[in-house]
């Protein structure tokens, strides 16, 4: 069965850091590209971040993150991180974690939800003082 399960997320204060993580199964994760989403209440879901197959090695970045988050992969765990730094009051969400149906880049269009098959359940975020 494939499946993603996310992990990491909390309570953190300004300016503080989390990593989220993306554990994959029934499936390796380095043969697609795994994007993160994130989706606050009363907002649409917007793209985070999109990594590629290392062997493509193109990552993306929304504007609002570029700088502060990072993303990587665990091949031997078959896991996705997401680290986060320096979190704002414009970063609490539900974070969530989605395999394109197909392809190991990331393409320019890597923020549309139409190319993502799998989902995880996603992990909410708060960042408060």
């Known amino acids: 069965q494939v499946q993603l399960v996310e992990s990491g997320g909390g309570l953190v204060q300004p300016g503080g850091s989390l990593r989220l993580s993306c554990a994959a199964s029934g499936f390796t994760s380095n043969d697609y590209a795994i994007g993160w989403f994130r989706q606050a209440p009363g907002k649409e879901r917007e793209g985070v971040s999109c990594?590629?197959?290392?062997?493509?090695?193109?990552?993306w970045y929304a504007g609002s993150v570029r700088g502060r988050f990072s993303v990587s992969r665990d091949k031997a765990k078959n896991t996705v991180y997401l680290q986060m730094n320096s979190l704002n009051p414009e970063d609490p969400a539900i974070y969530s974690c989605a395999r394109v149906v197909s392809g190991r880049a990331c393409e320019r269009d890597w923020s549309t939800l139409e190319q993502y098959g799998t989902w995880g359940q996603g992990t909410q975020v708060t960042v408060s003082s």
């Open positions: 990594i590629s197959s290392s062997s493509v090695g193109i990552n």
